[in-house]
């Protein structure tokens, strides 16, 4: 089955290239301009991924992911026309899996977009029943869920796959190149910035339910895994 996805951008010209560029990658795609139909087509069609422009005018992007958030974790990829760190951090930091600033490629969007769709629904692998945890964290790929002392953790797919990579090098520190390796394909580059957002957002969730010790920052190297209240 063909994903489907909605685009929301007020720029006519740029919902035509997202359109022609999801539908050529065998995507169904649905186009609104503004916020509020944003919000009425993902009730109405229930898309798999939203891709949401955050300078659209009345109810722009960000205001769409916190209402959305508040119900569902349905996938969410930015666009802006600002290339500036605060719209990044907000953008992450309200729920979004990635950001795309414009003008863009319309092969590295669908690029983006299919990681995100691979992340949040990951091919299924019966045979594959591993849990990762250390200290009092835990993460089970196989229903996609994640806890920290039995608290369950609201994660995105991106953040997901970051802290299983983690998981899965305990002992290891990890550049950001490595970081975020585990988490989008290999031909798709990510800016320092996002993944220090990404890292930035992690920890402040697994802050909120008591661990503090999460990721730790080796300076010049990169990150590893914090004691997870071991």
Known sequence: ???HILVADDD???REIIFFA??????KTLAVQDGAAALQAIERHAPDLVVLDIGMPEMDGLEVCRRLRHTSDLPVL???ARDEEIDRVLGLEMGGDDYVTKPFSPRELVARVNVI???ARPTPEPADDRQFSHGRLLLVPASHTASFDGKPLALTSIEFAIL????ARPAHVLGRDM???NAYAANIHVADRTVDSHIRNI????????CVDAIETVHGVGFRLGKCGS
């Open 1 to 3: 089955m063909p994903h």
């Open 12 to 14: 006519p010209h740029i």
């Open 22 to 27: 999801l539908e050529k990658a065998g995507m």
């Open 78 to 80: 930015f666009l802006s």
């Open 117 to 119: 769709l691979r992340r």
């Open 164 to 167: 299983k990579g983690f998981l």
């Open 179 to 181: 970081v975020m390796a």
């Open 203 to 210: 920890r402040a969730k697994l802050a909120a339910v008591g």
